[in-house]
């Protein structure tokens, strides 16, 4: 009944805390995952800005840093050691050192984006990971609730198999009083035979033997004798009384 319903309802509520519990992992998994994958791609763009970083500055024997005037000093130098050098080397120099940092800014504004685009999957995903912690949460509560009722059904169980058992006892005793009853029945039926079988021989009469016969029979098999018989005695009072009864009379007879 109850008890069995409420048991069905905690084993669905444990299969759904079971299910929200697996969606709750895989999203926080996915959502670690997109956090490598940024921390991934910052690393990444660190090291390629140090690389470039590295590769048009570099240390001079006195430590100072070469800026992208020395670099195209140092190659119009090469192209023309003596005496002066083309313009031609100068402006190849500058247009060199605008496209890599052009191509640096490409990098940059692409990392960007795809720091960007993590960052957009993981707030987008943060609703979801709201709700199913929340649905974690009211899960926990209905648990709760449901253990509460199984504690409610256990006891109401208990006091249920105790009353049965108490009412069994009585049960028990009733019969055993029923059982002492039917003794005394029989003793007073036997005493009655007794007493009846003394009359008939003081009487000297075969009617009466019949009659004590009759009783007898009725008393022990519970039947009513029809109307116009010798009375049965339906309760133990009665036979008693009418025991009583009988020997005064046989007393007067002795007499």
């Known amino acids: 009944g ?74 119009l130098g090469v192209e023309a050691p003596q005496g002066g050098f083309p313009l031609s080397a100068l402006v190849d120099a500058l247009m060199a050192a605008r496209n890599e940092t052009t191509e640096l800014r ?30 974690n949460d009211d899960l926990i509560v209905k648990l709760q609730d449901a253990n509460e009722k199984v504690e409610i059904g256990n006891a109401r169980l208990r006091e249920t198999k105790e009353k049965l058992n108490s009412e069994s006892h009585t049960r028990r005793q009733m019969e055993a009083s029923v059982s002492s009853l039917r003794l005394q029945l029989q003793e007073q039926v036997n005493q009655t035979s007794v007493l009846l079988h003394e009359v008939e021989l003081l009487k000297g009469g075969a ?23 010798t009375p049965s005695f339906m309760t133990v009072a009665e036979l008693v009384s009418q025991n009583t009864s009988l020997k005064a009379s046989v007393a007067r007879l002795r007499n």
């Open 2 to 75: 109850e008890l069995a319903e409420t048991k069905q309802e905690l084993n669905n509520t444990l299969c759904s805390l079971s299910v929200a519990r697996g969606k709750a992992e895989t999203v926080e998994k996915e959502r670690a995952a997109l956090m490598k994958e940024r921390d991934e791609l910052k690393d990444e763009k660190e090291k390629y800005l140090r690389q470039k970083i590295a590769a048009n500055t570099s240390a001079e024997e006195g430590g100072r840093r070469r800026s992208v005037t020395d670099v195209a000093a140092e190659v």
């Open 106 to 135: 490409k990098a940059n504004a692409h990392l960007e984006d795809l720091l960007d685009e993590v960052n957009g999957y993981v707030e987008a995903k943060a609703p979801e990971i709201d709700a199913v912690q929340r649905q």
């Open 207 to 229: 009617g009466m033997k019949r009659r004590r016969s009759s009783i007898s029979s009725s008393l022990i098999e519970g039947a009513s004798p029809a109307e116009g018989s």
